[in-house]
């Protein structure tokens, strides 16, 4: 299995970007698949996830701003984020999650975002 994240960059406070995940040995939609976030010094964190029958859910602190959707190729998956703030640099991770136990079963090599004020 290979996860692939792409699209990451520097942006300014404000700005927006979209990241995207590529899968290979693994079919997306038979997985919840969700985004994942660590910033320097911090823990891991779940930012987003999209379940196998697309129900979504995302940290308090990406709610209305983020958006995670399934790509119509394929294991494709997207992250559309709006509205960046400096607090959301960090390298973001795609990951394939096991819905019954919740936990992640495969990782992508991440993707970093920087947000500059």
């Known amino acids: 299995v290979q996860l692939v994240e792409s699209g990451g960059g520097s942006v300014q406070v404000g700005g927006s970007l979209r990241l995207s995940c590529v899968g290979s040995g693994i079919i997306f939609s038979d997985n919840a698949m969700g985004w994942y976030r660590q910033a320097p010094g911090k823990e891991r964190e779940l930012v987003a996830v999209?379940?196998?029958?697309?129900?979504?859910s995302y940290a308090d602190s990406v709610q209305d701003r983020f958006t995670i959707s399934r790509g119509y190729v394929q294991n494709t998956l997207y992250l559309t984020m709006n509205s960046l703030k400096p607090e959301d640099t960090a390298m973001y991770y795609c990951?394939?999650?096991?819905?019954?136990?919740?936990?992640?079963?495969?990782w992508g090599q991440g993707t970093q975002v920087t947000v500059s004020s």
């Open positions: 990951a394939a999650e096991d819905e019954v136990v919740h936990t992640v079963k495969y």
């Open positions: 999209i379940s196998s029958g697309g129900w979504t």
